[in-house]
């Protein structure tokens, strides 16, 4: 292999572009026909212009670039660039759901500019996606060899994988174009540096292209109605600490019935109706409760309701709602005093609050709860269509900006769920229960089960299983038990699923992670979880669990109506029959509701993810709201990397980006047995730590790695033990086993290549424990962001750094020494 940024490897990178280029020029043509397509149905008067990168302009960007990219000419991405210039932003989002539905949407690079401008930066805007044509499309003709090709050349990432040919495409405005052709060529990609003052001038420009005046009203009155409900976005912990501070607050200060207002609305929503009661109800005379503050007796109201005492809190409800009549979460609130005791009064209060405010989600779902409970139907929405449609965006206006969370949320998913869009409202109410503080902030779904509308039970299941899991609601759980697969044993921990792709379309692309799966499986005990199907995922589960029967038992989900172009897998241990006909959210729902019933804990369940479609895009969030640790494979696309690139899901703290490295994958998925005692274990870690810090006495004085055993944060602490207890493994890896120092081989050594195999996996288990930890790829070394430029499968490791692993896996003998044990080969 030449030496990247190497004249050599240059001359080699433009020979091979040069021989791409004339594919690259019919690539652009191609994407000129689809982008047409998509301005005939969306933008009729759009431009489209194409191109493919110039061979010179090739070299530069190879130069610019070597560092990042071995082999640019077949891993850069805008080899071929083509844009579409709609005239408005509402023609742009038609385009963008086009594309969507007829190009392969890398979403792991592409990106949306707008939506990552700071709050102070106005300017270049536009909507850049990396694509790749989709086969069986249909919608223009493309030649075979545009798709892409299978890469044999032993520098190619993944030697003997197909590589899509992939292109950049940008969408954007006319007033967009106007300013990136002006404003962005000179500020971002010119020669010299502009004086300050032009550049005040160019960004006041581009201010005055956004509607500036509705924007600040937008905001101004977004805050007002964030600032009254903060709490339902705190940390449970956060929550309290507030809480407790408001109070010491008001001791000073009894008489502030703002202030207690404020501490009510935040035990609220930690759902201590006991202490909201308690610390508003002395600002409200049960005689004259028209005398109080409006939205505190509306509070207290609610509050007194949820504790159990439904009179009171009803009489100062009508209290509220008398004081302002225009207030519809007062009237909505009122009408659900009533709910079980008069439902018709309750449902006609319903409509009021509805008919105060048609875009308030809160009294329009329980309207049209009501309605349909009555009929039986959802007719009622194609009458409320047109304020469902406004009650939808104002809900995503509140979620956007963290408002009413997670009732927003909640929202969201219902409206979607009643519109038609049940993958939608999947999505939706997994995001509510990952914010929810406990189960009464996501309401059920009981009043609307007869109506036939589809795809409700997978959100009742779904619902179901958080309230059980994750808020421990003891009929919840009953219910869960009764879900179970009937006559099925228990499942049996640890529980690990494999989820993704299984499209035969991608089969050629899932099959370049056949040997991530099998070392993966290998390293695992316990219950492995998949599809039941030979395709794709799915099938290399059952192939992989095979060699491995006895330690690792493997179980399949499959509906009660298998589709006739589906394969059962006879090398599962176990196929269980779900309740869907077709393949829908309901097989992994099914999966979820064994664990719970076998009284797993889902936070003690690893996912692992590879590329998928709609089904493992829900189940990768079901998992990720009920607790468990997702692994999604970097690089995998569709769905995984979609995912990876959402701005919602993006943070979850137990969601890891794993590189596509099968000893990375396998030490995450592997949960390590100790072969040593705690006190060995932390002696061995201690002497681990004491060797690093003296390899490392140049790093950084004040380097956090660098300091004392008693002074390492937890973290580290505790990465030095994991590395001790994955000895035992790694000694078993190459058929020895860990000893009393009486018993052990006289001056034991590994052999060169087991060194070589054992330090490959000491790398993918400390690339798999950063990553759980919160560190990411960055390109230098960095504690403080948690970034290091090492996180990169064994093959991409400089030598000097894998060495680092060699010296540890060769000092195993001598550190196990020290605690009076040895290795020993089997037999």
Same mark, same amino acid.
């Given at each position: 292999?030449?030496?990247?940024?190497?004249?050599?490897?240059?001359?080699?990178q433009?020979?091979?572009?040069?021989?791409?280029?004339?594919?690259?020029?019919?690539?652009?043509?191609?994407?000129?026909?689809v982008?047409r397509?998509?301005?005939r149905?969306?933008?009729?008067?759009?431009?489209?212009q194409t191109?493919?990168?110039?061979?010179?302009?090739?070299?530069?960007?190879?130069?610019?670039?070597?560092?990042?990219?071995?082999m640019?000419?077949?891993?850069?991405?805008d080899?071929?660039?083509?844009?579409?210039?709609?005239?408005?932003?509402?023609?742009?989002?038609?385009?963008?759901?086009f594309?969507?539905?007829?190009?392969?949407?890398?979403?792991?690079?592409s990106?949306?500019?707008?939506?990552?401008?700071?709050?102070?930066?106005?300017?270049?805007?536009?909507?850049?996606?990396?694509?790749?044509?989709r086969r069986?499309?249909?919608?223009?003709?493309?030649?075979?060899?545009?798709?892409?090709?299978?890469?044999?050349?032993?520098?190619?990432?993944?030697?003997?994988?197909?590589?899509?040919?992939?292109?950049?495409?940008?969408v954007?405005?006319?007033?967009?174009?106007a300013?990136?052709d002006?404003?962005?060529?000179?500020?971002?990609k010119?020669?010299?540096?502009?004086?300050?003052?032009?550049?005040?001038?160019?960004?006041?420009m581009?201010?005055?292209?956004?509607?500036v005046?509705r924007?600040?009203?937008?905001?101004?009155?977004?805050?007002?109605?964030?600032?009254?409900?903060?709490?339902?976005?705190?940390?449970p912990?956060?929550?309290?600490?507030?809480?407790?501070?408001?109070?010491?607050?008001?001791?000073?200060?009894?008489?502030?019935a703002?202030?207690?207002?404020?501490?009510?609305?935040?035990?609220m929503?930690?759902?201590?109706?006991?202490r909201?009661?308690?610390?508003m109800?002395?600002?409200v005379?049960?005689?004259?409760?028209?005398?109080?503050m @409006?939205?505190l007796?509306?509070?207290?109201?609610?509050a007194?309701?949820?504790?159990?005492?439904?009179?009171?809190?009803?009489?100062y409800?009508?209290?509220a709602?008398?004081?302002?009549?225009?207030?519809?979460?007062?009237?909505a609130?009122?009408a659900?005093?009533?709910r079980g005791?008069?439902?018709?009064?309750?449902?006609?209060?319903?409509?009021?609050?509805?008919?105060?405010?048609?875009?308030?989600?809160?009294?329009?779902?329980?309207?049209?709860?009501?309605?349909?409970?009555r009929s039986?139907?959802?007719?009622?929405?194609?009458?409320?269509?047109?304020?469902a449609? @406004?009650?939808?965006?104002?809900?995503?206006a509140h979620?956007?900006?963290?408002?009413?969370?997670?009732w927003?949320?909640?929202?969201?998913?219902k409206?979607?769920?009643?519109?038609?869009?049940?993958?939608?409202?999947?999505?939706?109410?997994?995001?509510?229960?990952?914010?929810?503080?406990?189960?009464?902030?996501?309401?059920?779904?009981?009043?609307?089960?007869g109506?036939?509308?589809?795809?409700?039970?997978?959100?009742?299941?779904?619902?179901?299983?958080?309230?059980?899991?994750?808020?421990?609601?003891?009929?919840?759980?009953?219910?869960?038990?009764a879900?179970?697969?009937?006559?099925?044993?228990?499942?049996?921990?640890?529980?690990?699923?494999?989820?993704?792709?299984?499209?035969p379309?991608?089969?050629?692309?899932?099959e370049?992670?056949?040997?991530?799966?099998?070392?993966?499986?290998?390293?695992?005990?316990?219950?492995?979880?998949s599809g039941?199907?030979r @395709?794709?995922v799915?099938?290399?589960?059952?192939?992989?669990?095979?060699?491995?029967?006895?330690?690792?038992?493997?179980?399949?989900?499959?509906?009660?109506?298998?589709?006739e172009?589906?394969?059962?897998?006879?090398?599962?241990?176990e196929?269980?029959?779900?309740?869907?006909?077709?393949?829908?959210?309901l097989?992994?729902?099914?999966?979820w509701?064994d664990?719970?019933?076998?009284?797993?804990d889902?936070?003690?369940v690893i996912?692992?993810?590879?590329?998928?479609?709609?089904i493992?895009?829900?189940e990768?969030?079901?998992a990720?709201?009920?607790?468990a640790?997702?692994?999604?494979?970097?690089?995998?696309?569709?769905?995984?990397?979609?995912?990876?690139?959402?701005?919602?899901?993006?943070?979850?703290?137990t969601?890891?980006?794993?590189?596509?490295?099968?000893?990375?994958?396998?030490?995450?998925?592997?949960?390590?047995?100790?072969?040593?005692?705690?006190?060995?274990r932390?002696?061995?870690a201690r002497g681990?730590?004491?060797?690093?810090?003296?390899d490392?006495?140049?790093?950084?004085?004040?380097?956090p790695?660098?300091?004392?055993?008693?002074?390492?944060?937890?973290?580290?602490?505790?990465?030095?033990?994991? @590395?001790?207890d994955?000895?035992?493994?790694?000694?078993?890896e190459?058929?020895?086993?860990?000893?009393?120092?009486?018993?052990?081989?006289?001056?034991?050594?590994?052999?060169a290549?087991?060194?070589?195999?054992?330090?490959?996996?000491?790398?993918?288990?400390?690339?798999?424990?950063?990553?759980?930890?919160?560190?990411?790829?960055?390109?230098?070394?960095?504690?403080?962001?948690?970034?290091s430029?090492?996180?990169?499968?064994?093959?991409?490791?400089?030598?000097?750094?894998?060495?680092?692993?060699?010296?540890?896996?060769?000092?195993?003998?001598?550190?196990?020494?020290?605690?009076?044990l040895?290795?020993?080969?089997?037999?």
């Open positions: 292999m030449t030496e990247p940024c190497s004249r050599p490897w240059l001359e080699g433009v020979t091979e572009y040069a021989r791409l280029y004339p594919i690259y020029e019919r690539y652009g043509r191609v994407l000129e026909d982008l397509a998509a301005a149905r969306h933008a009729p008067l759009a431009i489209v191109r493919a990168k110039k061979v010179p302009s090739f070299a530069e960007k190879c130069l610019r670039k070597c560092h990042k990219y071995p640019p000419a077949h891993q850069l991405t080899l071929c660039g083509a844009r579409l210039i709609a005239r408005t932003a509402s023609e742009v989002k038609a385009v963008r759901a594309l969507h539905e007829h190009l392969e949407i890398d979403w792991e690079n990106d949306d500019v707008s939506e990552r401008l700071s709050w102070s930066e106005f300017g270049y805007r536009s909507i850049h996606y990396v694509v790749a044509l069986g499309d249909g919608l223009v003709d493309v030649d075979d060899d545009l798709y892409g090709f299978t890469c044999e050349s032993p520098e190619c990432p993944g030697v003997g994988t197909f590589h899509p040919f992939k292109a950049e495409i940008q954007r405005t006319l007033a967009e174009h300013w990136a002006f404003a962005h060529d000179i500020t971002y010119g020669a010299f540096t502009l004086p300050d003052t032009w550049l005040r001038e160019i960004a006041l581009a201010a005055d292209l956004e509607d005046d924007t600040v009203e937008r905001i101004e009155e977004g805050l007002r109605t964030y600032a009254a409900s903060y709490g339902a976005y705190l940390s912990d956060d929550l309290a600490a507030e809480i407790e501070t408001l109070s010491t607050v008001l001791s000073f200060d009894p008489g502030n703002d202030l207690a207002w404020r501490i009510g609305k935040l035990a929503t930690a759902g201590d109706w006991d909201a009661v308690e610390v109800g002395p600002f005379d049960p005689d004259a409760p028209g005398d109080a @409006q939205p007796l509306r509070d207290l109201g609610v007194l309701r949820k504790a159990g005492d439904v009179a009171l809190g009803r009489r409800l009508e209290a709602v008398e004081a302002d009549p225009t207030d519809a979460d007062a009237v609130s009122l659900g005093t009533w005791e008069d439902d018709d009064r309750a449902h006609d209060l319903y409509r009021r609050a509805f008919e105060v405010d048609p875009t308030d989600y809160y009294p329009l779902l329980n309207y049209v709860d009501g309605e349909i409970e039986g139907t959802t007719g009622v929405l194609d009458v409320l269509a047109p304020m449609s @406004q009650a939808m965006a104002r809900c995503r979620v956007d900006v963290g408002i009413n969370v997670p927003s949320l909640s929202s969201l998913a409206f979607h769920l009643l519109l038609g869009d049940p993958f939608a409202a999947l999505e939706w109410y997994a995001l509510a229960i990952r914010s929810a503080p406990a189960a009464f902030a996501i309401p059920g779904l009981d009043r609307i089960r109506a036939g509308i589809e795809g409700l039970e997978w959100s009742d299941r779904l619902l179901t299983l958080a309230a059980a899991a994750r808020f421990g609601d003891e009929a919840a759980l009953e219910r869960v038990r879900l179970a697969t009937p006559g099925a044993d228990p499942l049996e921990g640890p529980v690990t699923i494999f989820a993704g792709g299984t499209d379309a991608f089969a050629e692309q899932m370049g992670y056949r040997s991530l799966v099998e070392e993966a499986v290998a390293g695992l005990s316990g219950t492995v979880v039941g199907t @395709q794709g799915c099938g290399m589960v059952g192939a992989a669990g095979v060699p491995h029967r006895g330690r690792v038992r493997t179980v399949g989900y499959l509906p009660s109506g298998v589709p172009d589906a394969d059962p897998d006879d090398r599962y241990d196929i269980r029959e779900t309740a869907g006909q077709g393949f829908t959210p097989d992994p729902l099914q999966n509701i664990v719970v019933a076998s009284g797993i889902p936070a003690e996912v692992v993810g590879l590329g998928g479609g709609r493992a895009a829900a990768y969030r079901i990720l709201a009920l607790g640790t997702v692994g999604i494979v970097e690089g995998s696309g569709r769905e995984a990397s979609r995912l990876l690139a959402d701005p919602r899901w993006k943070d979850a703290p969601l890891v980006p794993l590189p596509a490295d099968p000893h990375t994958v396998r030490a995450f998925v592997t949960r390590p047995t100790a072969a040593l005692s705690d006190g060995d932390e002696a061995v681990m730590h004491d060797v690093y810090r003296r490392i006495a140049a790093a950084a004085a004040d380097d790695a660098r300091r004392p055993w008693e002074a390492l944060s937890d973290d580290l602490r505790q990465s030095n033990l994991h @590395q001790a994955h000895i035992g493994a790694k000694v078993a190459v058929g020895c086993r860990v000893v009393a120092a009486a018993d052990a081989d006289p001056g034991f050594e590994f052999t290549a087991e060194v070589e195999r054992l330090s490959e996996m000491e790398h993918g288990r400390w690339t798999a424990d950063r990553l759980r930890s919160g560190w990411r790829w960055g390109p230098e070394r960095d504690p403080g962001a948690r970034r430029p090492h996180l990169v499968p064994w093959s991409r490791l400089p030598d000097d750094i894998r060495e680092y692993d060699r010296a540890f896996v060769r000092r195993i003998p001598a550190l196990l020494g020290t605690v009076g040895g290795v020993a080969r089997e037999g």
